[in-house]
């Protein structure tokens, strides 16, 4: 999901049982040298971190993929650990910062011991947290950072389990041509934001190859409040649908604010919305009927999810979102692999992580492809009353 300077990608400050939580306040990558993974002690626990916001305006995304991923080693050591030996999570808060997610993995590489880490959510941390993985041969695994950028510059060592701004650029854009049946597209784009902007492009160049026309596109900043300026502009060329490829925490206000200007066009986003109810929150009627596209819905009738939903809500107490999902997912992918590498980490583990093929997740069947990437369906969602309600399923 989400690349942005300082974004996507992943929490409410919720303390967890078993789950040694700290703020990231390591020295920077470069003040000491990470070790190298395969330096792991033949005996005790074997430690898997987490990197994510926990404090903030993204607090949301990282406190539900942590739950997802905490879920997982709980059910994990259930059934017996990994070659007899329990699984510890390690959390750190990332504040939505690059620097503090990179002290983060640092210090889960150079002190914890880490054999992986799930993190980030946000694109532009995911990149910042990358070098300290390759240097000390520890493999991250994203649950939700989309931009091409993460594993094509990220290095040998990330993965992540979600799809990326391409395939989900092109299918919204598709989605408001062909199902919208839209002709005019403006967009409101945080030009800060690497997700955003890549996005953006995406969906822009597709939409225009298959006959349709934008005919407005404005930047914002992330941080700003007042967008009346921009939404009066995109207004004036009279656009059918309005596409925010940003986050959440800015769409509320901004639909507001669009209504407000008696803007009564369709809005659609991408898997920055995601975000439970919190959107209708935010939004309120002025959200009703957005769409946008995401990893999971909670209504899907699947027996596999709606299983996953009643075991994730009993230990903590909500419904999960998609960083849920693919918080969980990514643990389990990570532990899977683990097993296979009969709990060695370093490049045995990478090895074993890239072969993931077929992998049953709560967000679809998971191949991790030759570059990483997960290729996997995408979900249109759409707010009904505050709420996602699954509206379709797209396939690569």
């Not at 784009?189 to 939409?207: E, I, M, N, P």
């Amino acid at each position: 999901m989400r690349l942005r300077p300082g974004l996507l990608c992943v929490a409410v400050t919720l303390a967890l049982l078993g789950c040694e939580r700290k703020q990231a306040s390591a020295p920077s990558p470069a003040a000491a040298p990470a070790a190298p993974a395969s330096a792991q002690p033949a005996t005790g626990p074997l430690i898997i971190g987490t990197v994510g916001a926990l404090t903030g305006p993204e607090a949301h995304f990282g406190g539900e993929s942590r739950n997802g991923a905490q879920l997982a080693v709980e059910e994990a050591n259930a059934a017996g650990g990994v070659q007899g030996r329990q699984l510890v999570l390690r959390s750190y808060d990332s504040q939505s910062k690059p620097e503090e997610a990179a002290n983060a993995m640092t210090r889960l590489v150079n002190q914890d011991g880490a054999l992986f880490v799930v993190g980030e959510n946000q694109s532009s941390l995911s990149l910042a947290m990358a070098p300290a993985a390759a240097k000390g041969q520890v493999p991250m695994i994203s649950p939700s950072s989309t931009n091409p950028r993460v594993t094509s510059e990220g290095g040998p060592y990330v993965f992540r389990v979600c799809f990326t701004d391409t395939f989900q650029g092109q299918l919204l854009a598709r989605y408001a041509r062909e199902t919208l049946k839209a002709e005019r597209v403006a967009i409101l784009v945080d030009q800060k934001s690497d997700y955003a902007v890549g996005l953006a492009k995406v969906f822009s160049t597709r939409f225009i190859a298959l006959g349709g026309k934008v005919v407005a596109e404005e930047a914002y900043a992330k941080g700003d409040t007042d967008f009346r300026a921009q939404l009066t502009r995109v207004k004036a060329p009279r656009p059918e649908v309005l596409f925010i490829p940003g986050y959440y925490s800015d769409v509320g206000p901004m639909a507001r604010q669009a209504r407000e200007l008696g803007m009564r066009v369709t809005l659609l986003g991408g898997d920055g919305w995601d975000s439970g109810d919190r959107l209708g929150q935010l939004g309120g009627t002025a959200v009703e009927g957005a769409m946008y596209s995401t990893h999971f819905a909670p209504d899907n009738p699947g027996g596999r999810v709606q299983d996953f939903i009643a075991r994730y809500k009993a230990r903590f107490g909500n419904v999960p979102d998609a960083l849920g999902a693919l918080g969980y997912d990514a643990a389990r992918v990570g532990i899977d692999a683990l097993r296979r590498s009969s709990g060695v980490g370093g490049p045995a583990l990478r090895e074993q992580i890239g072969r993931t093929r077929d992998f049953d997740g709560i967000t679809g069947k998971i191949t991790l492809g030759p570059g990483r990437d997960a290729v996997k369906p995408a979900i249109i969602v759409k707010l009904v009353k505050g709420q996602p309600v699954f509206a379709a399923e797209v396939s690569p």
